[in-house]
């Protein structure tokens, strides 16, 4: 049992399986939350400031995050 766990441990640590998830779970968060925006972008009858600013809250948070798990996964690789 324990040999088995060992060989997917080294599976894992070699495919980096976990690293992958986390980017493309990040990267379909990313699209959603896109999608959102350009759907509430939409369904504006006008567009002012106010519309801007709540894309931008939406947005700007899950890019940063973006940001951050991309930076993780190039270091992670070195």
């Known amino acids: 049992m ?3 766990l060992d060989r997917a441990a080294q599976v894992e640590h070699k495919l980096a399986i976990r690293r992958s998830v986390v980017l493309f779970v990040t ?3 990313s699209y959603r939350a896109f999608d959102w925006a350009a759907a509430y972008a ?3 009858t006008t567009v002012d ?3 801007a ?3 931008a809250a939406v947005t ?3 890019t ?4 951050v798990v991309f930076d993780a996964y190039i270091s992670a690789k070195r």
């Open 42 to 44: 939409t369904g504006l």
């Open 53 to 55: 600013l709540i894309i």
């Open 49 to 51: 400031a106010g519309a």
């Open 2 to 4: 324990i040999d088995w």
């Open 60 to 62: 700007a948070p899950i």
């Open 27 to 29: 990267l379909w968060m």
């Open 64 to 67: 940063y995050l973006q940001k």
